[in-house]
Every structure is written in C-alpha cells, then in structure tokens.
C-alpha cells in the first residue's frame, strides 16, 4: 500500500531515496578519485594520511559534544538554542585545532611515523570548517532535507578529485591528499550554509547548552569510542606493522568496508530523525526496525558477496600489481558488512532516548578488538588486524541485537521471517563461483574473472529477489522519480 505523500513513512522514504542517491553518488566519485590517486602516489602517502586521520577523526568526535545528536533528537528548538550550539561546537573546534597544530610533532611521533607532521598541520584545518558546518548539517538532518546534503556530499567528492588528482600531478605527495580532504570539507561546508535559512548570532544561553550537553555527552562518548575503533586499526598498524603496510590496508578498507559503512550508514542517518518523530509509540518502531533490517541486508548481502568475491579482480585490474598486498585484507574486511544490521538499531536507542546503550555497546566491540589484536592480530599483519576488526564487529553486532530486540519486544521468529528469504537467495547466488574451483584462475585476465563474478552472482540475485519485492521495488521508483522532480 502507498504511503499518503505527506506522511512521515512517505518523508522517510523519499529522505532515504536521496540519502542513498547521495552516498553511492559521492561514493563512486570517491573511488574513482583514488583510482587516480593510486596511480599518482605511492602507497607510504596514503599511510601518512591514514595515521594523520587517526587524530583528526578522533578530535571530529570530541568536538561535537554530541550537539548535532541533541539538536535533532529535541522535539523544539529556537535561535537561542542553535546558538548556542553552535557557539560551543566552534569554540570546541577552534581549541583542538590550535593544540593539534602546535603538537603535530610529539602526535605523529606517537602515531609511528613523525612524517605525518607536516600533513598533520595542514588538516587542523579542516576541524575549524567541521565547527561551522555542524549545525547547518544537523538542521537538514531534522527535517529529512537529504536532497541538499546528497547534494553537499556530491560537491564535496569533486572537490576532493580536482584538488587530489591536481595536487598529487604537481608533485606535492602526501600533502595532496590532505589538499584533498580539506577542499572536500570546505564545499560541503559551503553547500550546506547555503541550504538553511539559520545564520548565526551570539545568543548564548548556559541553561539551554546544559540542558543540550546532557543529551549529548553520552552520544560524544560513544562517538569518541566509536572513532577509536574507526582508527585503531590504524593505530595499531602504523605503530606496529609500518607505514607503507597501513598503506596497503588503507586502500583495502576503502574498496571493501568503507562503501558497505556507507550504505548502513544512510539507513542510520535516516532513522533516527524518523524514530525520533514517534519515539513514543513502540510498534512503529518495532515495524520500522524489523522492515529496515529486511530492506537494509537485501542490499548488503550481495554487496558482500561482490566484495569478497570480485574485490580482489577489481584491486588487481584496475590498480596494477603495486597494491597486491592489499587483496587479503580487502577479502576479509569485506565479510564485515554482514554484521552492520544493528547500525539501525543505534538510531532506535538515540530517538527513544537512551544514547548510553551506544557508548557500552562501543566499549564492548574496542574491549573485545583490543584482545584480539593483543593475542593474534598483530602477528599476522595487516590480514589479522583486519580480521581482529570482523571479529570485534561479530560480538558487538550480537550483543546489540540480544539487547533491542528485547528492548523493543521483537520476536525471534518475526526477525527470522523477515531475514530469511533474502538469505537464502544470498546463498544460492554463490553457486555459479564454485566452477571457480576447478578453474587455474591465474591464466586467466582479472577482467575476465571480474565480468564472470560480477555478472553471474548479480544475476542470479535478482533472478531470486525481484519478483518477491517487485511491488515495493515499482514504489521506490516511482519515489525516486518523484524526487528528482522537486
């Protein structure tokens, strides 16, 4: 049954529409650019870059207060209290800028490489413009505006190719891809400014940032805890392993998890505006939840598949034998993608009003991949890193699932009923892969390899899967029409 246009199912959709029109648009201009930058700069630049991001992402997290989280989750706001916001998250960012800027040195040092440095300096930058862009950012989030942050998103990734792919033909290395990092946040700074109507004043209003930091200082620990884990594979590599390695791994987590994160992201940041919309009516959340994960692994599941079987052809096709290295880890980071189902469940807890639940979960998932790196991970290179992260991602999607689907009274045989067919179809799709087996795959050309994987699994996916979902998949198009014409 269509959904009325006005209604929040109907909102909610049409954000999602965008929201993914956005991600897999930037996205492709993403891989595209490092496509060209792979070819341009050795793998130790993109080293120096992935250990530069380690204190960047995780002062992203700090720097926020959880603010933008608060902003979105209230169910009325006024001037006094976007000012307020964004006076604080500004003032935050300013001060993380400065102390990264005067102590680059002593943190690349710790990081494993001081070559960072100079990189290091460069991207304190693109922490002020993050300060500026938080709550403009947020805003459209609240109102499910996704068309204007796709369309920030999309200005963002040209700005990353022109300035990366310009940079690195001039010879400045490492530095262009800081180059690249800082044009892409400053158009996406730019896109969403030029898309609210909210222009900042001084309006400062302690009550009011108190009542603000209360909600968000759960969901900036758990975002601090969730940053580390989104860069302690870094850590440990570049400390540990080298720096030419974490090149290697940078690359693979890019083609591999990164696209897949992507993809449960856009769930996510649609969700938990529209949860928090009902958040006291607990059966549309559960049918919201339970609708979500089906939607959300019909398109993963095969994204997985393609990732772990033809990842490795595309690596070795397009990038050339200097990054072979990186074709293991690509293969095992990408079976990380079957566990990013509860990232819905993350959006369910924020709108219902219990952030805590993400900050304990977080600390399990970096509990668990610390002892796995500290008992085998390391000893295997950059592979077993990336299988310490599969592993640490497995525990922390169960528990997270034992835990909402109680917390939300979800039946076991409900979830199973809604997870299952597209599971199956999953499973049949690899039979075309086992003629690999009794193929000498190393006579063969990758693309070859890539068109058969490709294609064969592809197909057969759909095969199974369309004429279950034909009736949905006619309204999400008629949707996305709908969309592109406002």
Same mark, same amino acid.
């Given at each position: ?11 909610? +959709? ?19 650019? $490092? ?15 992935? $250990? =530069? ?6 002062? #992203? ?33 300013? *001060? ?22 100079? /990189?290091?300096r460069l991207l304190c930058l693109s922490l002020i413009i993050t300060g500026f862009s938080a709550v403009p950012r947020a805003l ?8 204007r942050i796709s369309m920030a998103q999309f200005a963002g990734e040209i700005g990353f190719a022109g300035a990366g792919l310009t ?8 530095? =262009? ?14 896109? !969403?400014?030029?898309? %609210? ?15 603000? !930091? ?11 805890? #969730?940053r580390v884990l989104l860069r302690a594979d870094y850590f440990v590599i570049g400390r540990f392993v080298g720096t030419e390695p ?10 591999? @998890? ?10 996510? !940041? ?28 019909? %398109? ?21 034998? +200097? ?11 990408? *079976? ?17 009003? +219990?952030?805590?639940? @993400? *900050? ?10 610390? =002892? ?12 077993? !890193? ?5 592993? =640490? ?21 409900? @979830? ?17 892969? /086992? ?14 390899? $890539? ?21 949905? /998949? ?13």
């Amino acid at each position: 049954m269509n959904s009325p246009p006005g209604s929040l199912r109907h909102r909610a +959709k049409r954000a999602l529409v965008w929201s993914g029109a956005g991600n897999y648009g930037s996205g492709v201009l993403h891989l595209l650019a $490092l496509l060209g930058l792979g070819w341009l700069l050795p793998p130790t630049d993109f080293g120096l870059l992935a $250990l =530069a991001l380690i204190a960047i992402t995780l002062e #992203e997290g700090i720097g926020d207060l959880g603010l933008p989280a608060a902003l979105i989750q209230r169910q009325e706001i006024d001037r006094t209290v976007l000012d307020s916001a964004f006076l604080c998250n500004l003032a935050v960012y300013l *001060l993380l800028a400065a102390a990264t800027f005067f102590y680059s040195d002593a943190l690349t040092g710790l990081l494993g490489d001081s070559n960072a440095a100079p /990189l290091l300096r460069l991207l304190c930058l693109s922490l002020i413009i993050t300060g500026f862009s938080a709550v403009p950012r947020a805003l459209l989030t609240r109102r499910l505006d996704f068309r204007r942050i796709s369309m920030a998103q999309f200005a963002g990734e040209i700005g990353f190719a022109g300035a990366g792919l310009t940079l690195a033909a001039l010879g400045f290395g490492a530095l =262009a891809l800081g180059g690249a990092v800082l044009a892409q946040r400053l158009l996406i700074c730019a896109v !969403v400014w030029r898309s %609210v109507d909210y222009r900042p004043g001084l309006s400062l209003d302690l009550r009011v940032l108190r009542h603000l !930091v209360k909600f968000g200082a759960p969901v900036m620990a758990s975002n601090v805890v #969730e940053r580390v884990l989104l860069r302690a594979d870094y850590f440990v590599i570049g400390r540990f392993v080298g720096t030419e390695p974490l090149g290697y791994y940078s690359l693979a987590l890019q083609l591999s @998890l990164v696209p897949l994160q992507r993809l449960a992201g856009l769930v996510r !940041v649609v969700a938990f505006p529209t949860f928090s919309i009902v958040q006291k009516d607990a059966t549309r959340i559960k049918n919201g939840l339970l609708e979500g994960m089906r939607g959300l692994l019909t %398109v993963v599941l095969p994204a997985v598949i393609l990732v772990v079987v033809s990842g490795p052809w595309l690596l070795r096709a397009l990038y050339g034998e +200097k990054w072979e290295p990186s074709v293991e880890p690509l293969r095992i980071l990408g *079976l990380a993608g079957l566990f990013l189902l509860p990232r819905l469940l993350e959006a369910a807890f924020m709108a219902v009003g +219990k952030p805590r639940l @993400l *900050l304990q979960f977080s600390l399990l998932r970096l509990i668990v991949f610390a =002892a796995l790196v500290w008992t085998v991970g390391i000893g295997y290179g950059i592979s077993g !890193v990336a299988a310490c992260v599969v592993g =640490a991602l497995a525990v922390w999607a169960g528990a997270y699932l034992v835990v909402g689907i109680r917390l939300f009274a979800i039946p076991w045989a409900s @979830l199973g009923g809604a997870l299952w067919p597209t599971t199956r179809s999953g499973v049949l799709a690899l039979a075309p892969l /086992l003629l690999l087996v009794f193929v000498s795959t190393a006579t063969i050309s990758p693309w070859m390899v $890539l068109a058969y994987t490709g294609i064969s699994v592809t197909a057969i996916y759909l095969a199974l899967t369309l004429p279950r979902y034909w009736g949905q /998949l006619r309204r999400w198009l008629s949707l996305a029409t709908s969309a592109r014409g406002s």
